[in-house]
């Protein structure tokens, strides 16, 4: 999904570097995917319900329960929801 907004916005040259970089760092340790079961589904579905203000897909909420199963308090994203489910948003929007 990044990648496609990325490609769009910003063209192909620049989405291929976001590619390798992300492929260089999931190969290393710095980066690991993981896979949502059904239980992280159901609970980005009642997280997305409970916080219906926020303009965040179903996806991003699934992302949040993830990160907070790893107690993980910062995102790279250009999306200012996460800032408003507590999380560090990098790079801060509006700077």
Known sequence: ??????????????????HETIE?????????ILWIGRRTQKEAVRQMRRNATISLHVYDFASFVLMNKRRIHSILTTKSGFNELGLKVIPQLGE
């Open 1 to 18: 999904m990044a990648l496609s907004e990325i490609k769009k916005k910003l063209g192909d040259n620049i989405a291929g570097k976001f």
């Open 24 to 32: 260089e760092a999931y190969t290393g340790t710095h980066l690991k």
